[in-house]
């Protein structure tokens, strides 16, 4: 089995900053392309930032220069740094991780049981 658990979320004022991480845990032969995505109240979800195994990044437009993805192959993390937060940025923020369990050939993709970032004064 494979988990992934996020952690970092909270309140935060506008202009602040949070650093969210999503560990993967299980039997993992190999993790490809790890993301973040964020869904607000009655939207749909939406990709925030990915970054692949190869260290090649994209953003959403609307995060481009205030958030930072990394990842630490190592330890099968993968982190999302937010500065300078906006109102608009409220949301339950979920990782996504592409991996090869051990012992398949088959890749899959899992997802993090979400953490809800809130920016407001």
């Known amino acids: 089995q494979v988990q992934l658990v996020e952690s970092g979320g909270g309140l935060v004022q506008p202009g602040g900053s949070l650093r969210l991480t999503c560990a993967a845990s299980?039997?993992?032969?190999?993790?490809?392309?790890m993301g973040w995505y964020r869904q607000a109240p009655g939207e749909q979800r939406d990709l925030v930032a990915r970054?692949?195994?190869?260290?090649?990044?994209y953003y959403a437009d609307s995060v481009k220069g205030r958030f930072t993805i990394s990842r630490d192959n190592a330890k099968n993390t993968v982190y999302l740094q937010m500065n300078s937060l906006k109102p608009e940025d409220t949301a339950v923020y979920y990782c996504k991780m592409g991996l090869i369990r051990k012992w398949t050939a088959t890749p899959d993709d899992y997802w993090g049981q979400g953490t809800q970032v809130t920016v407001s004064s």
């Open positions: 299980g039997s993992i032969f190999s993790i490809s392309t």
């Open positions: 970054i692949t195994s190869g260290g090649s990044t």
